[in-house]
């Protein structure tokens, strides 16, 4: 008998639920881990490959590890309650202005995307990497 649960797709809002899980990831971290710390956040435990397969999972997850890396020697705990305050304050302001640029960001991004469908451009040619420039040639 086939395991139904990880079959399931994952949903723009599954999606959204498993960064939110990695945001707010404390400790060690694997894909293992995060797999089944899933249920909780989406109702079913995915597979490996499945989240791997999401460019938002795999560069939360990248960046979940990096601070879980980085973390011990970096955080630094505010000497005072109000310093702590001060700075959930200031970082609560810095996640406003950061979603709202990334709300920006996306409008524009879909109007690119409509007026590169309306001018023919393939997905393939939207993916194409930039070209390089060669600094020690000359002509």
């Known amino acids: 008998m086939r395991k139904k649960s990880s079959h399931r797709h994952l949903t723009g809002k599954d999606v959204e639920r498993i960064v939110d899980l990695l945001d707010g990831w404390e400790g060690n971290l694997t894909w293992e881990a995060l797999c089944n710390a899933c249920p909780g956040a989406i109702g079913f ?27 011990a020697k970096n955080l630094k705990a ?22 709202r640029e990334n709300s920006a960001l996306l409008e524009r ?24 420039v060669d600094r020690d040639q000359t002509e």
Request: avoid cysteine; aromatic fraction near 10%; charge should be positive.
């Open 45 to 71: 435990k995915p597979t490996r490959q499945t989240l791997s397969r999401f460019e938002n999972i795999a560069r939360a997850y990248k960046l979940a590890k990096e601070r879980a890396r980085d973390g």
């Open 78 to 99: 505010p000497p005072t309650l109000a310093a702590a305050a001060q700075r959930i304050e200031r970082l609560t302001r810095e996640v406003e202005r950061l979603e």
């Open 109 to 132: 991004f879909v109007t690119w995307q409509y007026n590169a469908y309306a001018h023919g451009l393939s997905q393939e040619q939207l993916n194409k990497g930039l070209f390089r």
